[in-house]
């Protein structure tokens, strides 16, 4: 009994992975900033601040993305930048401030 109601736990809670960032509107992890979470396999272009710069807060799942896009959907076509979103990537770390060339105002986690 307590087996089948642990899988059932785990299986509904499989992908309440998100990566998590402080969002700034200056570079260099300046002005005005906001907690965003974006769970994995979502596109978040609702309650977007236009973000310069980031600060990681946590990685998501492991093989996800994290892409930045800069005219509030999440599709190619536009200026954009992904990393690995699970700590694998040589930018995307923990506590650092990372610099975009352009304004994002859409968010974005995939599987890789």
């Not at 200056?26 to 979502?42: A, F, I, L, P």
């Not at 770390?93 to 859409?106: P, W």
Request: hydrophobic share 35%; net charge positive; proline share 2%.
């Amino acid at each position: 009994m307590h087996l089948g109601k642990t899988l059932a736990f785990f299986s509904l809670g499989s992908g309440a992975f998100a990566f998590k960032i402080q969002a700034f509107s200056g570079k260099d992890c300046s002005g005005s900033s906001k907690e965003v979470n974006v769970w994995d396999n979502t596109c978040r272009n609702t309650d977007v601040p236009s973000t310069r710069s980031f600060r990681v807060l946590a990685y998501g799942a492991h093989r996800q993305r994290a892409a930045f896009y800069d005219e509030g959907r999440c599709i190619g076509g536009q200026p954009w930048v992904d990393y690995w979103a699970d700590g694998g990537s040589d930018t995307f770390k923990k506590d650092r401030c990372i610099n975009l060339d352009f304004d994002a105002s859409a968010y974005g986690s995939r599987s890789a």
